[in-house]
């Protein structure tokens, strides 16, 4: 069993930044796929950003390209997403996943755990 926490979330000014961090529990950490999703009111879930065990490989959904960037430190279990030059449209709670070793980063079906979420609000 894994369990995901994330935080970092908050108030921001458009343009502004912020970086969540997710730790998780276990030793297998560096075993683990890690994604990051965001969910906006009234809309689903979607894939924000994916992160293979390694850390060599990387994915990003095109609306956060060139924005954000994830990254993992696995001696911390830890998986940060650095959002920067935030706009209104990504106000959404992000949640931290994980899968086993070889998977698809951007299906949310993938993923076999979940934390609860961050809220991330940026303001006009």
């Known amino acids: 069993q894994v369990q995901l926490v994330e935080s970092g979330g908050g108030l921001v000014q458009a343009g502004g930044s912020l970086r969540l961090s997710c730790v998780a529990s276990g030793r297998t950490f560096s075993t683990y796929l890690m994604g990051w999703f965001r969910q906006a009111p009234g809309k689903e879930r979607e894939f924000v950003a994916g992160?293979?065990?390694?850390?060599?490989?990387?994915d990003y959904a095109d609306s956060v390209k060139g924005r954000f960037t994830i990254s993992r430190d696995n001696a911390k279990n830890t998986v940060y997403l650095q959002m920067n030059s935030l706009k209104p449209e990504d106000t959404a709670v992000y949640f931290c996943?994980?899968?086993?070793?070889?998977?698809?980063?951007?299906?949310?079906?993938?993923?076999?755990?979940w934390g609860q979420g961050t809220q991330v609000t940026v303001s006009s």
């Open positions: 996943a994980a899968q086993g070793m070889y998977g698809n980063m951007r299906n949310q079906d993938s993923y076999d755990y």
């Open positions: 992160i293979s065990w390694s850390g060599g490989n990387t």
